[in-house]
Every structure is written in structure tokens, then in C-alpha cells.
């Protein structure tokens, strides 16, 4: 088993900036990809940014391209997912989630390990 645990949620300002982590313990070494989710309040869950074993192929969602930065650090078993230029609609609650698969995944059924989420709040 793989426990995942976000940190880094809080409020900001528009236009502000937060930084995400997400540490990885357990069977970390099957570990493969990673990503980031999020969902508001009676919405599914959807794809935010993913990110490959060697950080080498990442993947963003068009609405945080640009603005959003996906990475990791195996050495120490976390990613992190850098957020910069916030707006208020990027207020929801944002999940880590892990894979044992190789490749890049935008879909939910895909991974196989979730945090319990972070919530992040922008105020306009």
C-alpha cells in the first residue's frame, strides 16, 4: 500500500501563488506516475496535472496551463504542483494520486493511490 498526504492548501489572493506537496510512503517503489486532481463541491473530480517517473513527460489541463507547474523529487518521494497567478475559480479542494502504470493519464480510474486533499481558496 501507498499513503499519500497533500499539503500546502490555504488562502490567497488573486493572482497570488501557492505550492502543493504531496509525500509518498509505503510501497513507494512501485510508484510510477503521479498527478494532481481537484473538485469542487457536487462536481466530478478532474484531471489537473500529471507528471512521469523521470519528471521527463508532464501533462496540464488547459485551464492551468501556463499558470501551473507539475514536479517531483523521488529521492525524497514527493511531487509538488506549483501554482502561480491563482484565480477564484481555482478554489476546490486538490488531490494527489499516484499509479503503478507507466504513462500519463488524465482519467481517475487510472490511479491507484489518492490523498484525503488539501483544500485551496482564492479570494478575488
Known amino acids: 500500500q501507498v499513503q499519500l498526504v497533500e499539503s500546502g492548501g490555504g488562502l490567497v489572493q488573486a493572482g497570488g501563488s501557492l505550492r502543493l506537496s504531496c509525500a509518498a510512503s509505503?510501497?513507494?517503489?512501485?510508484?510510477?506516475?503521479m498527478g494532481w486532481f481537484r473538485q469542487a463541491p457536487g462536481k466530478e473530480r478532474e484531471f489537473v496535472a500529471a507528471?512521469?517517473?523521470?519528471?521527463?513527460?508532464?501533462d496540464y489541463a488547459d485551464s492551468v496551463k501556463g499558470r501551473f507547474t507539475i514536479s517531483r523529487d523521488n529521492a525524497k518521494n514527493t511531487q509538488y504542483l506549483q501554482m502561480n497567478s491563482l484565480k477564484p475559480e481555482d478554489t476546490v479542494v486538490y488531490y494527489c494520486?499516484?499509479?503503478?502504470?507507466?504513462?500519463?493519464?488524465?482519467?481517475?480510474?487510472?490511479?491507484?493511490?489518492w490523498g484525503q486533499g488539501t483544500q485551496v481558496t482564492v479570494s478575488s
Open positions: 507528471i512521469s517517473y523521470s519528471g521527463g513527460n508532464t
Open positions: 494520486a499516484s499509479r503503478l502504470g507507466v504513462g500519463i493519464g488524465r482519467t481517475t480510474s487510472l490511479y491507484n493511490y
Open positions: 509505503g510501497r513507494t517503489f512501485n510508484i510510477r506516475t
